[in-house]
């Protein structure tokens, strides 16, 4: 919920829970999950003005993922065709990219970057659909080519060739799958603009759950530190190298076409949604699908947004 109280705006981040309340650290007013308020000490009366902005939740792999809205739009996002249950994920990342937050999110239409910057030679035309009316999806096989020490180690271990998939749901929260020929990434990533026309970007990489409890403790965490070290140092080092982004219209060029299709779709995204409730297994529905970030938000370090003890 909103993190300051209605009374006199004491940041509720700093109080305490009590049963299914949340107890303000200023004047103890205690407010329900719907954000109205419970209880003010001394008094029965509780005026009108006492309630908070709540949100939509939900929790996943130990993290607390909101809604930026009164109601979810969409499900929360997951890879298509796979089951939350049967990953884990590791610890968060983070990272600031200098350019705001639909240049950040049209990195994953924009072609002619995946070769310029990451060194990803396409081996066929991408194919860009949208399997639901809030999200968007790119596809593509590409050949990896680059010489830095991460690339040369993912040749060695992974495969010379990876298929991608980024999904892009709502402008702000994406999922990402590589399947090498030898080995499999997933990540997400979801971003939250900043001031100056920059964007905070906040990813968790997932791994299979090993079906052995015993191995679990001992042999995930460090499977997914790996995981992290390549998928953080290779996002990483794509925001070294794209400092000052800006998107202009009057200065993109044919060859843009995915990228404006992404600009145009994120434009026409609709504030509210009567459809399915369930995320779509494989289908490729085009859809036009506002440049506000109504979207999911992940953090570790909020009152309201944590990772679970």
């Known amino acids: 919920m909103a993190a300051h109280c209605s009374h006199m705006g004491a940041d509720l981040g700093c109080g305490t829970v009590a049963g299914e309340s949340i107890q303000c650290p200023f004047h103890h007013w205690k407010y329900g999950v719907d954000g109205v308020c419970r209880h003010i000490p001394g008094t029965n009366s509780i005026p009108a003005f006492a309630r908070q902005a709540s949100y939509p939740v939900e929790e996943r792999h130990g993290y607390v ?15 298509f065709g796979a089951n939350p249950e049967n990953f884990s994920a590791g610890k968060v990342f983070t990272y600031v990219s200098d350019c705001n937050w639909f240049t950040n999110a049209a990195h994953g239409f924009d072609t002619q970057h995946f070769d310029a910057v990451h060194d990803r030679k396409l081996m066929a035309p991408p194919e860009v659909d949208c399997p639901h009316p809030f999200a968007r999806r790119n596809r593509y096989r590409a050949e990896v080519l680059g010489r830095t020490r991460l690339d040369k180690l993912l040749r060695i271990f992974a495969g010379r060739s990876v298929e991608i998939s980024i999904t892009n749901w709502g402008g702000t929260f994406v999922t990402i799958t590589g399947d090498f020929d030898h080995a499999h990434s997933r990540f997400i990533i979801v971003t939250q603009p900043l001031d100056g026309d920059k964007t905070l970007c906040e990813g968790i990489v997932l791994g299979p759950r090993l079906k052995n409890p015993f191995f679990r403790p001992w042999f995930e ?20 190298q794209l400092l000052g982004t800006r998107y202009n219209p009057a200065t993109v060029i044919p060859h843009d076409r995915d990228m404006i299709d992404f600009f145009n779709w994120v434009v026409a995204l609709p504030q509210k949604f009567d459809g399915p409730t369930e995320l779509p297994r494989e289908t490729a529905n085009p859809a036009k699908s506002n440049l ?9 370090a909020s009152a309201v947004i944590t990772q679970q003890k």
Not at 226 to 236: D, E, S
Request: aromatic residues 22%; hydrophobic residues 50%.
């Open 65 to 79: 993922f909101f809604f930026n809205g009164p109601e979810a739009l969409f499900p929360l996002p997951f890879f």
């Open 221 to 240: 965490p460090l499977l997914l530190a790996v995981r992290r070290f390549f998928t953080y140092g290779y996002l990483k080092d794509e925001s070294s």
């Open 292 to 300: 506000l970030p109504n979207n999911l938000i992940v953090s570790q």
